[in-house]
C-alpha cells in the first residue's frame, strides 16, 4: 500500500522541521520495504533557494544538491567552494552550456543526446582528471514535450557514453509524468528498475545510481527501487 509524503506546502515549517520529516520518512520506507538506508540518497534540490538555505542543510550533514539553471547555480558554488558540496546538475542540457557544465558540476544527470556527452567529456578533458559522473535521461512516459530518450534507445545511449573515459556512467534518471494517476506512476518506476537492473550486467562495476522521485512521490519511488530520490519543496519549502 502506497503511504503519502507528508503534505510539502506547508509554509509555516522551518527547514529544519521539513529535513527531519524527509529524512525520518525515508528511514521508515527502507525498514518498511527492507532496504539498506545507506543506497538511498537524499539529492537537495536547491534551485531557487538561497546560500543560506543551503548552508541550513550541509549543516545537517547534507552534501549533495541539484541545480537546473546554469547561470543561477554558478553564484551558489562560489560561494559554498568550502562547504564540501557535490552538485548535480539536473535541467535540460543545452549545447552551449556544456562547458560551464562539465568544468564545474559533479555530476550532469539528464543526457539525452550522445553529442551532449561528447562535448561535456571534450570540455571535462581541458579541466579535470576526474571523470565527470553522468546519468541517462529516460523519458519513460513517452511524453512529446519532455527531455529524455526512449526506453529502446538506452541500452546503446549507455554504451555509446562509456566510450568516453572522461565520463563516468552511473545510471539513469526519469521523472514520471506529474499528471499520471498514482499506479501509472508506480509503473513507470517500476520500468526504471528494470531496466536499471538489465543494464548492470552491460556497464562498469560504477553503475549503481536510480535516480527517480521527487517531493510528491519519493516515497513510491524508493518503494520501487530508488538509489537516489531529488526532494526539493519537502526540504526547502515552497519556491517563489
Known sequence: MFVSSPEVAIPTLSIEERIHRVVDEVRATAL???RDLTQIKILAVSKQKTVADIRALV????RDFGESYVAEALPKLDSLASA???????????SNKTKRLAQHF???QSIDRIH???????????FSTTPLNVCVQVNIDEEPTKAGVSVDQVPEMV????????????????IPNPEAHRDATRNSFRQMRELFE?????TTSHWDTLS???SGDYVMAIEEGATLIRIGTALFGPRN
Not at 84 to 94: D, K, P, T
Open 116 to 126: 551532449i556527452g561528447k562535448r561535456l567529456a571534450d570540455v571535462r578533458d581541458e
Open 159 to 174: 554504451d555509446q557514453l562509456q566510450q568516453f573515459p572522461q565520463l563516468q556512467v552511473r545510471g539513469l534518471m526519469a
Open 106 to 108: 559533479d555530476w550532469v
Open 212 to 214: 527517480m522521485g521527487m
Open 198 to 202: 538489465t543494464l548492470r550486467t552491460k
Open 32 to 34: 518498511r520495504v527492507g
Open 59 to 62: 549543516s545537517h550533514g547534507f
Open 84 to 94: 564540501g558540496c557535490i552538485w548535480h546538475y539536473v535541467g535540460v542540457v543545452q
